[in-house]
Protein backbone atom coordinates (compact mmCIF):
# COMPACT_ATOMS: atom_id res chain seq x y z
CA UNK A 1 0.00 0.00 0.00
CA UNK A 2 1.63 2.76 -1.29
CA UNK A 3 1.93 6.04 1.86
CA UNK A 4 1.07 9.64 2.03
CA UNK A 5 3.01 11.35 -0.89
CA UNK A 6 4.68 14.88 0.06
CA UNK A 7 6.55 17.63 -2.13
CA UNK A 8 8.91 19.13 -2.52
CA UNK A 9 10.94 17.87 0.50
CA UNK A 10 12.81 20.41 1.25
CA UNK A 11 12.40 24.35 -0.12
CA UNK A 12 14.70 27.50 0.73
CA UNK A 13 13.43 30.88 -0.34
CA UNK A 14 13.40 34.67 1.14
CA UNK A 15 10.78 36.22 3.61
CA UNK A 16 7.70 37.71 1.60
CA UNK A 17 8.25 35.05 -0.93
CA UNK A 18 5.44 32.48 -1.17
CA UNK A 19 5.89 28.65 -1.31
CA UNK A 20 3.36 25.62 -1.91
CA UNK A 21 3.60 22.27 -0.64
CA UNK A 22 1.76 19.24 -1.96
CA UNK A 23 0.15 16.09 -0.89
CA UNK A 24 -1.22 13.16 -2.09
CA UNK A 25 -3.17 10.68 0.75
CA UNK A 26 -3.65 7.27 1.18
CA UNK A 27 -5.98 6.01 -1.76
CA UNK A 28 -9.37 5.77 0.80
CA UNK A 29 -8.98 7.93 3.31
CA UNK A 30 -11.13 10.61 4.07
CA UNK A 31 -9.54 12.74 6.71
CA UNK A 32 -6.91 14.73 5.35
CA UNK A 33 -4.61 16.83 8.44
CA UNK A 34 -1.62 19.44 7.47
CA UNK A 35 0.66 20.26 10.35
CA UNK A 36 3.28 22.26 11.10
CA UNK A 37 6.24 21.48 13.54
CA UNK A 38 8.85 23.28 14.40
CA UNK A 39 12.44 21.76 15.50
CA UNK A 40 11.93 20.28 19.14
CA UNK A 41 8.75 20.51 19.12
CA UNK A 42 5.22 18.17 18.70
CA UNK A 43 3.09 18.82 15.72
CA UNK A 44 0.99 21.41 15.36
CA UNK A 45 -2.57 21.23 13.17
CA UNK A 46 -2.93 24.00 10.91
CA UNK A 47 -6.16 22.39 8.98
CA UNK A 48 -8.32 19.38 8.89
CA UNK A 49 -10.18 18.39 5.91
CA UNK A 50 -13.26 15.98 5.94
CA UNK A 51 -13.54 14.53 1.80
CA UNK A 52 -13.32 18.32 0.75
CA UNK A 53 -14.57 20.17 3.48
CA UNK A 54 -12.84 21.87 6.07
CA UNK A 55 -13.22 20.67 9.17
CA UNK A 56 -10.79 22.44 11.65
CA UNK A 57 -8.70 25.33 10.63
CA UNK A 58 -8.49 27.23 13.96
CA UNK A 59 -4.76 27.45 13.98
CA UNK A 60 -4.44 28.53 10.36
CA UNK A 61 -2.92 31.79 10.26
CA UNK A 62 -5.71 32.92 7.34
CA UNK A 63 -3.61 36.25 6.34
CA UNK A 64 -0.73 34.33 5.07
CA UNK A 65 -1.73 31.00 5.04
CA UNK A 66 -4.24 28.82 2.87
CA UNK A 67 -5.27 25.27 1.85
CA UNK A 68 -7.33 23.61 -0.24
CA UNK A 69 -8.68 20.17 -0.92
CA UNK A 70 -9.37 19.38 -4.80
CA UNK A 71 -11.82 16.38 -5.49
CA UNK A 72 -11.98 15.08 -1.82
CA UNK A 73 -7.93 13.55 -2.97
CA UNK A 74 -4.60 15.75 -3.08
CA UNK A 75 -4.14 18.72 -0.70
CA UNK A 76 -1.61 21.89 -1.25
CA UNK A 77 -0.57 24.04 1.18
CA UNK A 78 0.21 27.75 -0.07
CA UNK A 79 2.44 30.36 2.35
CA UNK A 80 2.38 33.52 1.28
CA UNK A 81 4.38 35.76 1.86
CA UNK A 82 6.53 33.89 4.23
CA UNK A 83 8.18 34.81 7.67
CA UNK A 84 10.98 33.48 9.36
CA UNK A 85 8.90 32.20 11.79
CA UNK A 86 7.29 30.17 9.49
CA UNK A 87 10.83 27.53 9.22
CA UNK A 88 9.39 24.31 10.06
CA UNK A 89 8.45 20.73 8.86
CA UNK A 90 5.37 20.55 7.03
CA UNK A 91 3.43 17.22 7.70
CA UNK A 92 1.18 16.05 5.75
CA UNK A 93 -1.09 13.04 7.42
CA UNK A 94 -4.43 11.02 6.78
CA UNK A 95 -6.56 8.93 8.15
CA UNK A 96 -9.92 6.57 7.74
CA UNK A 97 -12.17 8.53 10.27
CA UNK A 98 -11.88 11.19 12.55
CA UNK A 99 -10.68 11.02 16.75
CA UNK A 100 -9.84 7.26 16.85
CA UNK A 101 -8.30 6.27 14.07
CA UNK A 102 -4.12 6.10 13.60
CA UNK A 103 -2.63 8.87 11.45
CA UNK A 104 -0.42 7.91 8.72
CA UNK A 105 2.47 10.66 8.11
CA UNK A 106 4.35 11.47 4.94
CA UNK A 107 7.51 12.20 5.47
CA UNK A 108 7.33 16.04 5.50
CA UNK A 109 8.61 19.38 3.82
CA UNK A 110 11.33 21.18 5.49
CA UNK A 111 11.01 24.94 4.88
CA UNK A 112 13.55 27.22 5.59
CA UNK A 113 12.80 30.74 5.38
CA UNK A 114 15.65 33.28 4.91
CA UNK B 1 -7.76 23.37 28.05
CA UNK B 2 -6.54 20.20 26.21
CA UNK B 3 -2.71 19.46 27.34
CA UNK B 4 -0.64 16.45 26.84
CA UNK B 5 3.00 16.32 28.40
CA UNK B 6 5.76 14.35 27.75
CA UNK B 7 8.57 13.73 30.27
CA UNK B 8 11.58 13.42 29.96
CA UNK B 9 12.49 15.47 27.01
CA UNK B 10 15.37 13.26 26.65
CA UNK B 11 16.54 10.21 27.70
CA UNK B 12 20.20 8.05 26.86
CA UNK B 13 20.31 4.53 27.95
CA UNK B 14 22.92 1.97 27.51
CA UNK B 15 22.02 -0.96 25.34
CA UNK B 16 19.64 -3.31 27.24
CA UNK B 17 18.98 -0.45 30.00
CA UNK B 18 14.81 -0.62 30.62
CA UNK B 19 13.14 2.53 31.13
CA UNK B 20 9.88 4.17 30.41
CA UNK B 21 8.45 7.44 28.83
CA UNK B 22 5.43 9.39 30.38
CA UNK B 23 2.60 10.87 28.80
CA UNK B 24 0.63 12.67 30.94
CA UNK B 25 -2.88 13.97 29.53
CA UNK B 26 -5.44 16.48 30.98
CA UNK B 27 -8.38 16.52 28.14
CA UNK B 28 -12.13 16.44 28.67
CA UNK B 29 -13.00 12.85 27.77
CA UNK B 30 -10.69 10.81 26.29
CA UNK B 31 -11.64 9.48 23.04
CA UNK B 32 -7.91 7.62 22.15
CA UNK B 33 -4.00 7.79 23.00
CA UNK B 34 -1.75 7.58 20.80
CA UNK B 35 2.04 6.31 20.57
CA UNK B 36 3.92 7.02 17.59
CA UNK B 37 8.28 6.81 16.82
CA UNK B 38 9.38 9.93 14.66
CA UNK B 39 12.98 9.50 13.01
CA UNK B 40 14.93 12.08 12.12
CA UNK B 41 14.25 13.93 8.83
CA UNK B 42 10.98 11.42 8.83
CA UNK B 43 7.13 11.97 10.12
CA UNK B 44 5.87 10.09 13.01
CA UNK B 45 5.34 6.44 12.67
CA UNK B 46 2.03 4.88 14.51
CA UNK B 47 2.94 2.32 17.16
CA UNK B 48 0.15 1.75 19.60
CA UNK B 49 -3.60 2.95 20.18
CA UNK B 50 -5.00 2.83 23.72
CA UNK B 51 -8.29 3.49 24.07
CA UNK B 52 -9.46 2.85 28.27
CA UNK B 53 -7.81 3.06 31.29
CA UNK B 54 -6.26 -0.59 32.29
CA UNK B 55 -5.71 -1.42 28.57
CA UNK B 56 -1.82 -2.35 27.30
CA UNK B 57 -0.26 -2.89 24.19
CA UNK B 58 2.91 -4.74 23.37
CA UNK B 59 5.29 -4.96 20.20
CA UNK B 60 8.54 -6.27 20.03
CA UNK B 61 10.50 -4.31 22.83
CA UNK B 62 7.69 -1.82 23.38
CA UNK B 63 4.63 -1.95 25.61
CA UNK B 64 2.40 0.87 26.18
CA UNK B 65 -0.20 1.40 29.22
CA UNK B 66 -2.87 3.58 30.22
CA UNK B 67 -4.15 4.64 33.69
CA UNK B 68 -6.83 7.62 33.62
CA UNK B 69 -3.92 10.25 33.65
CA UNK B 70 -1.31 9.16 32.34
CA UNK B 71 0.18 7.11 29.62
CA UNK B 72 3.56 5.08 29.82
CA UNK B 73 5.59 3.51 26.96
CA UNK B 74 8.03 1.00 28.71
CA UNK B 75 11.29 0.07 26.68
CA UNK B 76 12.98 -3.51 27.54
CA UNK B 77 16.06 -4.20 26.44
CA UNK B 78 16.37 -1.53 24.60
CA UNK B 79 19.00 -1.37 21.45
CA UNK B 80 20.05 1.43 19.12
CA UNK B 81 18.12 1.19 16.63
CA UNK B 82 15.49 2.29 19.37
CA UNK B 83 16.97 5.00 19.35
CA UNK B 84 14.10 8.22 17.93
CA UNK B 85 11.74 10.64 19.10
CA UNK B 86 8.58 8.89 20.68
CA UNK B 87 5.28 11.44 20.76
CA UNK B 88 1.79 10.99 22.29
CA UNK B 89 -1.33 12.45 20.92
CA UNK B 90 -4.50 12.32 22.85
CA UNK B 91 -8.16 12.93 20.98
CA UNK B 92 -10.94 14.01 23.18
CA UNK B 93 -14.89 12.96 22.50
CA UNK B 94 -15.61 16.62 22.46
CA UNK B 95 -13.68 17.46 19.03
CA UNK B 96 -11.78 15.61 16.41
CA UNK B 97 -8.00 16.82 16.89
CA UNK B 98 -5.35 15.15 17.93
CA UNK B 99 -3.31 16.89 20.56
CA UNK B 100 -0.01 15.97 20.82
CA UNK B 101 3.11 16.37 22.97
CA UNK B 102 6.58 18.00 22.43
CA UNK B 103 7.80 13.71 22.47
CA UNK B 104 10.79 12.14 24.09
CA UNK B 105 14.10 12.29 22.33
CA UNK B 106 15.63 8.39 22.82
CA UNK B 107 19.37 7.84 22.28
CA UNK B 108 20.48 3.91 22.93
CA UNK B 109 24.17 3.34 22.94
CA UNK B 110 25.65 0.33 22.15
Known amino acids: EAGVAQSPRYKIIEKRQSVAFWCNPISGHATLYWYQQILGQGPKLLIQFQNNGVVDDSQLPKDRFSAERLKGVDSTLKIQPAKLEDSAVYLC????????????FGEGSRLTVL | EDQVTQSPEALRLQEGESSSLNCSYT??????LFWYRQDPGKGPEFLFTLYSAGEEKEKERLKATLTKKESFLHITAPKPEDSATYLC???????????FGTGTRLKVLA
Open chain 2, 89 to 99: AATTSGTYKYI
Open chain 2, 27 to 32: VSGLRG
Open chain 1, 93 to 104: ASSLGRGARELF
